[in-house]
């Protein structure tokens, strides 16, 4: 794939020529106990294979399918404990926004702002979100081709964005299913953004457990792997210490213990395919 730009965090340079990074953790806050016990073990996994890591957890799950599902602690008490998790394990900290009214106070503990892949198209939220000066992270809708990025990254970059990711998440493929269409990571790299492959939300089934989202988590190892095969710049990977008792999104989530050796693998051909 073509060379992007580079956005910069921290330390980090995310894009380009570089190795990939990871934005990994629980879909939702459940506690901040669990917070923090996940971000232990990922500190943990991430600091011993070298890989930049951003922690990702949502305060607010706002689109959930049901309105009895769990949606989080909400963004007062959500926001406490992700600076925790920032402060205590050095590490720069990730969640949605839902609402242009909760950008600016979410910005000030947020490293990156997220944009929900439903509201990709929001013109008011991601010119909010890019006017916090914080990185924006981008959810592709499954709803738009991988070349209508173009006129979202328009509106990101008429507020003057330039710290912007955009995150591929599949494809909507008939009822309650998805697709991952590799092409799309190369056009929408293309574009002079980093693109991250979302390898959890793309085995998600949506809505397919009847009040909630079903999914198919035995592959998110392959498609993770066939991502950095195409040359991603990111890996997004939710992760749970007990996916079956989780609050959100189980059934797609990554089991924390299979992780690292993941990881591992990601590493080899993420070298192979940028020539690292």
């Not at 920032?86 to 997220?114: G, I, T, W």
Request: net charge negative; charged share 25%; hydrophobic share 40%.
């Amino acid at each position: 794939m073509a060379p992007t730009t580079e956005v910069t965090l921290r330390d980090w340079k995310l894009g380009g020529k570089n190795p990939f990074f990871l934005i990994s953790g629980p879909c939702v806050i459940e506690s901040q106990d669990h917070c923090l016990r996940m971000a232990e073990r990922l500190k943990a996994i991430t600091s011993s294979l070298e890989i930049p890591w951003i922690f990702k957890a949502s305060y607010d799950k706002a689109n959930r399918t049901s309105i009895k599902s769990y949606r989080g602690p909400g963004r007062e008490e959500g926001l406490k404990i992700l600076q925790s998790v920032k402060q205590q394990f050095d590490v720069p900290v990730l969640s949605d926004v839902h609402e242009v009214e909760q950008v600016a106070e979410a910005a000030e503990v947020l490293d990156v702002v997220q944009i929900p892949a439903m509201l990709s198209r929001q013109t008011d939220l991601i010119l909010a979100a890019v006017q916090t000066g914080r990185i924006v992270n981008i959810k592709k809708g499954q709803f738009l081709a991988p070349w209508d990025v173009e006129h979202v990254l328009e509106k990101a970059r008429s507020a003057g964005g330039s710290g912007i990711l955009v995150t591929e998440r599949g494809v909507s493929f008939g009822y309650n299913n998805l697709v991952s269409d590799f092409r799309a990571l190369p056009i929408i790299r293309g574009l002079g953004v980093p693109v991250v492959f979302d390898a959890t939300h793309s085995v998600q089934l949506p809505g397919g457990a009847g009040g909630w989202s079903g999914g198919q988590a035995e592959f998110i190892p392959h498609l993770a792997r066939a991502a950095v095969a195409v040359g991603t710049d990111g890996i997004f990977m939710e992760v749970h210490d007990r996916p079956d008792e989780a609050l959100s999104d189980g059934a797609n989530a990554m089991q924390i213990d299979q992780l690292e050796e993941v990881l591992k693998q990601l590493k080899g051909i993420d070298r192979l395919a940028k020539g690292l």
